[in-house]
């Protein structure tokens, strides 16, 4: 989404427009609940889990993440008592800037509702509120006011238009995925997560938030929109730090990431010069969504964790799956000798910083993965047989060691080269052309078909699904 900054240096507003610099969150005297101790449980056998990220990049991005949930909904894994698909099987859902409107769309509306949004916001113009006019002598009243556009441009248009004017308290719907949200918290310079523990630490009840306030701050690239502001308390609110979050200060040899953002949760309480919490764009700090899920393997004081101790145990298949929207534009003036403009220096800059981010972020993430999936090998593996057959339900088919945690990488480079160059031409927008929606849709949905190993893992979670029909048919409960 960094790439949009370019599109800054032409994007104007009334100079006559003041902008609203009012708080998205409510201060309390009591802090909301704090965040849950583990993932949603799945409703069937919970043999596998699928946690989703999608990467910023506009339009292009919400449409790629879309055509690649499309896909995995095609992917059926049961026929009884209900159809059901890899879908129903999605635990966790993030996103960033463009990417967070699906994630949040889906935490939203659920799996049986999801699939309008290519009609409510991909073809839909949710630029028409923001102020994108170029306007002669302006870009100084810009800068002086913080960026183009405020919270009732692109977030009162989602609002509006999209999520209904529902709160976070709609994700706590029965079978709905944790939904996590990312934005960039520019005092800290840390990743800003929209959850229960963040605003606990604001003495601040998440539920009441609206989720377009949220998805709008995720998605406020510098420039094009006026920093996103959260009011910090001014008294304790009978707040008390998570175990997670006193651990990761204390301890001596932290995960470094998970101290930051420790920190800077902390200093919402414990900054007496921090009276206001300012967000942007979640790019800035995370491009692909995977802030969630890395602090939640980070602060794990169990080495199931996430999971609860019987999803641990009824698990084979944990797939953590990130589409990233990023293009690959080749730069004419490689072909030169010639000393390049100044404005294609400054887009390469950018290109370059996310590059690096995202593929050192995606290597971290699933480093990560590759030790919990050891974790939890070792704690199986040390439970009595009792103790299984308690947790899972029977002992059919028990084999400590068969579990599997899994990332899968999606991106324009999993389809075709024709489609490939096409795609690295759409732009970083809020509002294109239904071709290029279209198009961004059919490449997420080619990133799935030609990814082998979710297919398997289909055809393993099917097949495991008929043998779980047939023990609970007959009634055994355990041999």
């Not at 390469?348 to 919990?372: E, H, K, M, P, Y």
Request: charged residues 20%; neutral net charge; hydrophobic residues 40%.
């Amino acid at each position: 989404m960094l790439r949009a900054l370019g599109l800054a240096a032409v994007i104007a507003a009334s100079g006559c427009v003041v902008v609203d610099t009012s708080p998205i969150n409510f201060v309390s005297n009591e802090p909301g609940a704090p965040s849950p101790a583990y993932i949603p449980d799945a409703t069937d056998d919970g043999s596998t889990v699928l946690a989703l990220s999608f990467s910023g990049g506009g339009t292009r991005a919400a449409a790629f993440a879309y055509g690649a949930l499309s896909e995995l909904d095609t992917l059926t894994i049961d026929e009884f008592p209900i159809k059901r698909t890899l879908v129903d099987n999605v635990r966790t859902v993030a996103g960033t800037s463009g990417g967070a409107v699906l994630a949040a769309y889906l935490g939203y509306r659920g799996k049986d509702d999801y699939r309008d949004f290519r009609e409510r916001f991909l073809y839909q113009n949710a630029e028409a509120s923001m102020a994108t006019s170029v306007l002669p002598g302006t870009l100084v009243k810009v800068a002086l006011r913080g960026g183009a556009n405020d919270r009732n441009s692109f977030a009162r248009w989602l609002d509006e238009n999209l999520f209904d004017r529902a709160t976070y308290s709609a994700f706590g719907k029965p079978g709905r995925p944790l939904v996590w949200v990312t934005a960039s918290d520019i005092y800290n310079n840390t990743p800003f997560l929209f959850t229960e523990d963040t605003f606990a630490a604001l003495c601040s009840d998440i539920s009441q938030l609206k989720i377009a306030e949220a998805v709008g701050a995720s998605a406020a690239i510098p420039v094009v929109f006026a920093p996103i502001i959260l009011q910090a308390p001014k008294n304790n609110c009978d707040y008390h730090r998570p175990h997670w979050l006193e651990r990761a200060l204390n301890t001596d040899n932290p995960s470094i990431r998970l101290q930051a953002y420790a920190r800077s949760l902390d200093s919402y309480q414990a900054d007496q010069n921090l009276n206001f919490v300012r967000l942007l764009d979640g790019a800035l700090t995370d491009n692909l969504g995977i802030t969630g899920l890395t602090l939640e393997l980070a602060k794990a004081d169990r080495p199931y964790a996430p999971l609860s101790p019987q999803q641990a145990v009824r698990l084979r298949n944990f797939v953590f799956i990130v589409t990233d929207a990023g293009r690959s534009i080749p730069y004419k003036w490689g072909e030169t000798q010639q000393a390049p403009h100044l404005g294609n220096i400054a887009r390469a800059v950018s290109d370059t910083t996310i590059a690096s981010a995202n593929r050192s972020g995606f290597d971290a993430v699933d480093l990560a993965l590759n030790q919990w999936q050891e974790a939890l090998i070792h704690y199986r593996c040390g439970l009595p047989r009792g103790q299984v057959l308690k947790l899972r339900g029977t002992l059919v088919g028990w084999d400590c060691r068969d579990v599997s945690v899994t990332t899968e990488y999606l991106s324009f480079r999993d389809v075709d080269p024709d489609s490939f160059a096409r795609l690295n031409k759409v732009p970083t927008r809020l509002n294109l052309a239904r071709d290029e929606v279209d198009l961004a849709i059919e490449a997420g949905r080619q990133a799935v078909r030609n990814n082998p190993n979710i297919g398997k893992i289909a055809q393993e979670t099917r097949k495991g699904a008929l043998i779980f029909d047939a023990i609970e048919a007959r009634q055994v409960p355990g041999q």
